[in-house]
């Protein structure tokens, strides 16, 4: 029985190399990159007050709010 594990096992182990090759392949693999490194700046063009509205219905989601459709604005 330790045998059929050993081979699932090593079967599995190839399986997810070669769907890593795919993905890379077709651009679709997870960035190895550092996560705030991708991100840092991506806010850079926002006014600080969309930023604070941003926020505020963050904290209003986060807490339960509810942001009725007559609240919010229209979007440009």
């Known amino acids: 029985m330790s045998s059929d594990i ?3 096992d090593q079967r599995l182990t ?10 890379r392949r077709l651009g679709l693999a ?5 996560w ?7 806010l850079a063009d926002i006014t600080e007050e969309d930023y604070l509205q941003f926020l505020e219905c963050c ?11 007559a609240e919010e604005e229209p979007r440009p």
């Open 36 to 42: 705030v490194e991708q991100v840092a700046g991506s």
């Open 6 to 8: 050993a081979q699932f």
């Open 30 to 34: 997870p960035s190895s990159a550092n």
């Open 14 to 23: 190839a399986l997810e190399a070669a769907l890593a090759q795919v993905q």
């Open 59 to 69: 904290r209003a989601v986060r807490n339960g709010d509810s942001i009725s459709a």
